[in-house]
């Protein structure tokens, strides 16, 4: 099975910066994706790590260790509008597994 | 911008009615996916499928069907609603990459 941790809400203010952490336990590892969800929204896509590092994406970063089945997303010069849920999730290959999403992280940003 | 839609948005049925979501995607996604969500809560994945004529089960038992009988279709039955199944149905597909695209969602209130 598949099975993914991540805090529950972090708070930050306007302008700083926010690291999101997500371990994970699978059976077999297809890569990390972080999703933004939005109240009364739907999921969108942020970021996919298959390999080891960081990928970058203007404000957003997303790191992953697959040694350590761990990986994090790194929120830069926080707006107000990143006041979300951010969802970490495996699985998704070309094979046939579809996402295992973790829990889910509210963010609130504050002036 | 993910071309997926999802009829009806927001619904409020009788217990014991039967109530058809409908889901259609115009990508030519292969893989679809059918994901259940509470209000602030995380994402359980209940039918997914990887083709016409493939449907498999999710990690969610649910009391749901549904049929893929053709590409940018994906239809989700509940033959007898109840309150449990009051909750928020998100449809989604994805092609060869490991992007997830979500339609809006379909709000369910069975009272």
């Known amino acids: 099975g598949q099975s993914l941790e991540q805090p529950s809400e972090v708070t930050a203010v306007e302008g700083a910066i926010v690291q999101i952490n997500c371990t994970y336990q699978?059976?077999?590892?297809?890569?990390l994706s972080w999703y933004q969800q939005h109240d009364g929204g739907a999921p969108t896509f942020l970021s996919y790590n298959a390999l080891d590092g960081l990928e970058e994406t203007g404000r957003f970063s997303s790191f992953l260790s697959r040694s350590d089945s761990y990986g994090y997303l790194l929120l830069q010069e926080l707006q107000m509008k990143d006041s979300a849920s951010y969802f970490c999730a495996v699985g998704g290959d070309t094979g046939r597994r579809a996402l295992t999403f973790g829990s889910g992280t509210r963010l609130q940003v504050q002036p | 911008e993910a071309d997926i839609y999802q009829t009806p948005r927001y619904l409020v049925i009788g217990t014991g009615k039967k109530i058809t979501l409908e889901c259609s995607q115009t990508?030519?996604?292969?893989?679809m996916y059918w994901y259940q969500q509470d209000p602030g809560m995380e994402l359980h994945l209940i039918h997914y499928?990887?083709?016409?004529?493939?449907?498999e089960k999710g990690d969610l038992s649910s009391e749901s069907t549904v049929s893929r009988i053709r590409t940018e279709h994906f239809p989700l039955t509940l033959e007898s609603a109840r309150p449990s199944h009051t909750s928020q149905y998100l449809c989604?597909?994805?092609?060869?990459?490991?992007?997830?695209?979500f339609g809006e969602g379909s709000w369910l209130t069975v009272v």
């Open positions: 990508m030519g996604h292969d893989k």
């Open positions: 989604a597909s994805s092609g060869l990459e490991n992007t997830i695209y």
């Open positions: 699978t059976s077999g590892f297809y890569g």
């Open positions: 499928s990887y083709g016409v004529n493939s449907t």
